[in-house]
């Protein structure tokens, strides 16, 4: 038992120390290259932090056990607009995103229903697998394009939002536009890697306390592997909300979404046969949906998040792994 604790202490500080690497980064590199900070979060930061759900649902496939890798995926989603955007309101309000969100939003609306549509035939087939890594593809290359045709002219700088493009909320300079690329890739890179191994430290841990709990897999996927894995995407957007960049935040999600659905489920299926168990297709599918529609008012219309808002997001969460233990 100390042993684990002694784990979960390291995994968080890494969790921290990582998510506020990756916020730094993002940001120089989105400043260093003039694309907005939504870009590079909609696709870098987000492939980052989702690869404990990579590593995590492809063994699991590869272990025999699908459940958890379908359960991992959905319940971080859940997760990811619940947890991930309700804790950062609840703690300090989410500011309305600087960038366009409407286009990643769309792109995880349409991740969502082909997804949906594997889910309720009852397994992802290989082809289904290839179809899912196709659209993943054809978003990163949208995104690229959009970051290309948006990047911001020299001569025409874009006005800066409160906060500044590059400052916190305290004015404290996150990034410096002027240093070379190569130190904003490695501070991302370093952030990845201390999300990847924090997340890993506490999901090994609740997965083994779990374990001896008797506890199903596909419950385990949901809830403790998922907000687990969550972890990564949960700590960056608290370092983002923190320091007045919902655009981060929200991209993070939007993308790391995106990247569950289409890339995490489409490697894993392709590692091995896909089932869906009928629990997931009876009611986890259709809370996944309810809680992606509920970010359309954020995701389309910019409207920001007070502490309210945040309430009540995370007390639906809270709700949710209440149904769960049921």
């Given at each position: 038992?100390?042993?684990d ?7 968080l500080?890494?969790?921290i120390?990582?998510?506020d690497?990756?916020?730094?980064g ?11 900070a ?9 492939a980052g ?5 990579l590593v995590i ?8 056990l699908?459940?958890?890798a379908?359960g991992n ?6 997760a ?6 309700g804790l ?12 366009d969100t409407?286009r990643?939003?769309?792109w ?8 949906s549509?594997?889910?309720?035939h ?5 082809w289904g ?7 993943l593809?054809?978003m990163?290359?949208d995104?690229v394009r ?5 990047r911001t002219?020299?001569?025409a700088?874009?006005?800066p939002?409160?906060p500044d493009?590059?400052e916190?909320?305290?004015g ?12 904003h890739?490695?501070?991302?890179a ?16 609740a997965?083994?306390?779990a374990a001896?709990l008797g506890?199903?897999?596909v419950v385990?996927?949901?809830?403790i592997?998922a907000?687990?894995?969550s972890l ?7 370092a983002?909300?923190?320091?007045g960049?919902?655009d ?25 046969p896909?089932?869906?168990p009928d629990?997931?297709?009876?009611l986890?599918l ?8 509920a970010?359309?008012?954020?995701a389309?219309?910019?409207?920001p998040?007070g502490?309210?808002a945040?309430?009540g997001?995370?007390g ?8 769960l233990s049921?």
């Amino acid at each position: 038992m100390a042993g684990d604790a002694a784990l979960l202490i390291l995994g968080l500080a890494l969790l921290i120390g990582g998510a506020d690497g990756m916020v730094r980064g993002a940001v120089g590199l989105s400043l260093r290259f003039r694309v907005p900070a939504m870009v590079v979060s909609l696709t870098v930061v987000a492939a980052g932090t989702s690869a404990p759900e990579l590593v995590i649902s492809a063994r699991a496939v590869a272990d025999g056990l699908p459940g958890l890798a379908l359960g991992n995926v959905i319940g971080s989603n859940i997760a990811n607009v619940l947890l991930v955007i309700g804790l950062p309101a609840l703690i300090s309000g989410f500011a309305e995103p600087d960038g366009d969100t409407r286009r990643g939003y769309l792109w995880m609306l349409a991740a969502t229903a082909l997804f949906s549509a594997f889910l309720l035939h009852g397994r992802v087939p290989a082809w289904g697998a290839v179809l899912l890594l196709a659209m993943l593809v054809a978003m990163l290359t949208d995104s690229v394009r959009g970051a290309l045709a948006g990047r911001t002219r020299p001569e025409a700088p874009v006005a800066p939002r409160r906060p500044d493009a590059g400052e916190d909320r305290g004015g404290t300079p996150l990034a410096d536009p002027a240093a070379p690329a190569w130190r904003h890739v490695l501070m991302i890179a370093l952030g990845v890697a201390g999300l990847a191994i924090g997340a890993d430290l506490l999901v090994d841990a609740a997965a083994r306390i779990a374990a001896g709990l008797g506890v199903g897999p596909v419950v385990i996927g949901l809830s403790i592997v998922a907000i687990g894995t969550s972890l990564p995407e949960l700590a960056t957007a608290v370092a983002a909300g923190l320091r007045g960049r919902g655009d981060v935040a929200l991209g993070n999600v939007i993308g790391s979404n995106i990247f569950n659905l289409l890339g995490i489920v489409g490697v894993a299926a392709l590692v091995g046969p896909l089932t869906v168990p009928d629990r997931i297709a009876g009611l986890d599918l259709w809370v996944l949906w309810a809680v992606t529609l509920a970010l359309a008012p954020l995701a389309l219309a910019g409207h920001p998040l007070g502490r309210r808002a945040g309430l009540g997001l995370t007390g639906c969460y809270i709700l949710y792994l209440v149904t769960l233990s049921g």
